[in-house]
Structure formats: structure tokens, C-alpha cells
């Protein structure tokens, strides 16, 4: 036998550059040495990590996929499906109605003056008496990836016949490539509103990607100064393996550890803006699903789990219309509750010693980056 050529030990086998890997069993471990072949035999070179071992990646798939199963073949998992598919129906005719943009209406100071209590329906002027800077603070509502403000027609209106004067949508681009680009619009349009209304600060309700812009403003763009509280739907927070299926700038934004969801983690020392995220274990777009969840060290969360909700169905979900018009009807300056029941979303209150106070306390679901 020629000396260039040796025999293979088995479970070996060459690589083109004239190395012999060891080829690990079905259940042994992966290898740490490659063999290289000389005129003289066999000589072992240490390798640390030359083949990263896949296991435990496809044993966190293998175990979201089964969870994922387990809800959709739920009851509520199948109830879920249903109503995704009308949702998604109904939004599709809605759809052209949403490309243009909104009418501009009367401002805040043009509104206070145009109505007296008793033209009101009861819903708004018992939200007017009881609360009129909720009344009043602008509402803005961020859409999703390749959507617009029809997403929002059932929260819109609710809002609207809740008391809420001021509920404006911002229409970004669906071809728009940045996150970034998408926040500084949205800072301009913030900007503008309180301009327009003489309000400080803001609320801003961000579905899917919407989310992710709006927390990237109030993060790294000093938002927080700006907006009082932001409820996000289904926006993935942690990123999405799904943006794998798309190969465009924005997506590999949003996927996990990639450099805008590191900007995202790091530490947001200071931050006055409350968040409300709620997520969904039928969301079919955010992969692991608990991406959806915000759980940051730094910034005060509510984590609300739906079950059975799809997606497209956030924004017209009947629970999540109700929770977050009730959430804003009773939040006072500093976050806290001003009616007695309504679960605070984790501000500490910063009344004068003595003042009485609505909500004692902190729910254990209201902490500083956990929720329910």
C-alpha cells in the first residue's frame, strides 16, 4: 500500500483538504480532534468546537413546535383559527379604505370649545367629568408590516365613543426598509400633535412591527419623555425567526440577535413610559412566541397572555379593545390608577405624604419586566 495512502479507521472519513474527521454515531458525541493524514500514520489535532453541536437548537424547535400544536388544536386554538380567517377577510375589504391618509380634524384647543357636556353621549361625558386629561391626551396608533390604519377601525372608534378626543393614526410606508426611518416619523408626528393639542405627552398603540418602532422611538430616541404609555400587540420584542422567510433589510432587523434587537436590550436606565404588551400563543407570525413578550430590567411591563388570538386579530380582539380603552381612561399623571379595581401597570406613585390613594400597592403581575 503507498504511503500516502492509509487505511480509515471506521467511523472516519476525509475531508478535501486531506484531513479525517471522526464521524460521531447517531448518539455519540460530536468530535473535538480532526486526523491528519502523513507518510508516517495517523497524527490527532485538537480542535475546540470545530462543529457546533445542533441538538440543543432542534430540541427548542422540536419543543416550540409542539406547544404551537397543542394550542391550535385546542378549543380555543380552533376558535382562534376562525376568527383569524374572518378577521383577515374583513380587514382585506377594509384595507382601501385605509392607503389614504387621515383627515386632519379640529385640534385639541378647537375641540374643548366646540361642545358643551350635554351634547355628549354618557360614555364620553362620563369619561370628560371624571378624567379630562384622559379625555384629552392624544391616543396615536401604529400599524404593522405591510398595513395601514384600517387595522385599527374597531379600536379607533371604540376609543372615540369611550371619550377619547384626540385618536390619530400615522401611515408609514409599506415598503419601508427601517425601523429607524420609521421612528423618526413617528418622533415628528408626536412632536406635532403636542404642538397641535398642548399636550406634554402622548399614548401610542403599536400592532406587530408598529410595536417595535414605537419602543425603539421611546428607547433610543428619548421618547420617553413624550409618551405616557405604550401598549404594543403581538410585536416581537425579542425578535422573530420568521423573518428568515424575507430577505429585506427590515427583516433582518427583526430577527433575533440581530443588531437593532441588541439596541433594544440594552439597558434604558431612567425610562418613564409604561408598557403593556400583550402577546398570544396562536400568533403565527412571532416565533418562539413568547418573543412577543417585553421583559427588560429597566422598564416597567404588564404582560398580557390571550389565548387563542391569532396575529391580525390583536387589534379587533373584543378583550384587547376593552383593556386598553379601560386602561387609558384610568391612568393619572404618574402612571398610577385613579379608580378603584383598575389594575395598575406598575408606576410608583409619586403623590405627597398623606394623599389618598386609589390603588394601594403593586400587583406581582405589574413588575418592573414581568406580567401574567
Known amino acids: 500500500m503507498p504511503a500516502s495512502v492509509q487505511r480509515q479507521d471506521p467511523g472516519t472519513a476525509p475531508d478535501c483538504d486531506g484531513f479525517v474527521t471522526q464521524v460521531p454515531s447517531s448518539r455519540g458525541p ?4 480532526v486526523r491528519h493524514v502523513t507518510p508516517s500514520g495517523f497524527v490527532d489535532i485538537a480542535v ?3 462543529v457546533p453541536d445542533p441538538r440543543p437548537a432542534l430540541t427548542r424547535v422540536s419543543r416550540t413546535t409542539r406547544r404551537g400544536v397543542r394550542a391550535l388544536c385546542s378549543p380555543a386554538g380552533l376558535r382562534g383559527v376562525g376568527n383569524e380567517v374572518a378577521w383577515m377577510a374583513a380587514h ?8 389614504l391618509g387621515e383627515r386632519k380634524g379640529p385640534n385639541g384647543r378647537e375641540q374643548a370649545g366646540r361642545f358643551a357636556l ?3 353621549p354618557p360614555l364620553q361625558r362620563g369619561l370628560l367629568m371624571g378624567d379630562v386629561v384622559a379625555a384629552g391626551t392624544p391616543i396615536l ?8 390604519r384600517s387595522a385599527f377601525t374597531l379600536l379607533r372608534r371604540t376609543l372615540r365613543r369611550r371619550g377619547f378626543g384626540q385618536v ?3 401611515n408609514y410606508s409599506p415598503f419601508t426598509q427601517d425601523v429607524r426611518k420609521a421612528a423618526e416619523r413617528l418622533a415628528r408626528l408626536v412632536e406635532d400633535t403636542c404642538a397641535a393639542t398642548g399636550y406634554e405627552r402622548v399614548h401610542v398603540v403599536g400592532h406587530s ?3 417595535v418602532v414605537a419602543r425603539y422611538y421611546v428607547q433610543r430616541m428619548d421618547g420617553a419623555d413624550r409618551v405616557h404609555t405604550l401598549v404594543t400587540l403581538g410585536s416581537p420584542h425579542s425578535g422573530t425567526y420568521a423573518a428568515h422567510l424575507l430577505p429585506s433589510p427590515l427583516a433582518r432587523q427583526l430577527r433575533p440577535g440581530s443588531t437593532l434587537m441588541a439596541e433594544l436590550a440594552a439597558p434604558a436606565p431612567g425610562c418613564r413610559t409604561r408598557f403593556v404588551s400583550f402577546w398570544s400563543d396562536l400568533d403565527q407570525l412571532v416565533v418562539p412566541k413568547r418573543s412577543a413578550r417585553l421583559d427588560h430590567p429597566d422598564l416597567s411591563v404588564r404582560n398580557v397572555l390571550l389565548r387563542g388570538v391569532g396575529h391580525m386579530s390583536l387589534p379587533f380582539h373584543g378583550r384587547v379593545v376593552h383593556e386598553i380603552a379601560t386602561l387609558l381612561a384610568h391612568l393619572d399623571e404618574d402612571g398610577g390608577t385613579v379608580t378603584a379595581g383598575v389594575t395598575p401597570i406598575g408606576a410608583v406613585s409619586s403623590r405627597p405624604a398623606g394623599a389618598p390613594r386609589a390603588a394601594a400597592g403593586r400587583p406581582s403581575g405589574a413588575r418592573r419586566g414581568a406580567g401574567s
Open 30 to 33: 460530536l468530535p473535538t480532534t
Open 141 to 148: 396608533l401604529l400599524h404593522g408590516l405591510v398595513d395601514n
Open 168 to 170: 390619530l393614526t400615522l
Open 48 to 50: 475546540e468546537d470545530r
Open 118 to 120: 350635554g351634547d355628549l
Open 209 to 211: 412591527l408598529g410595536g
Open 92 to 99: 382585506a375589504a377594509l384595507y382601501p379604505l385605509g392607503v
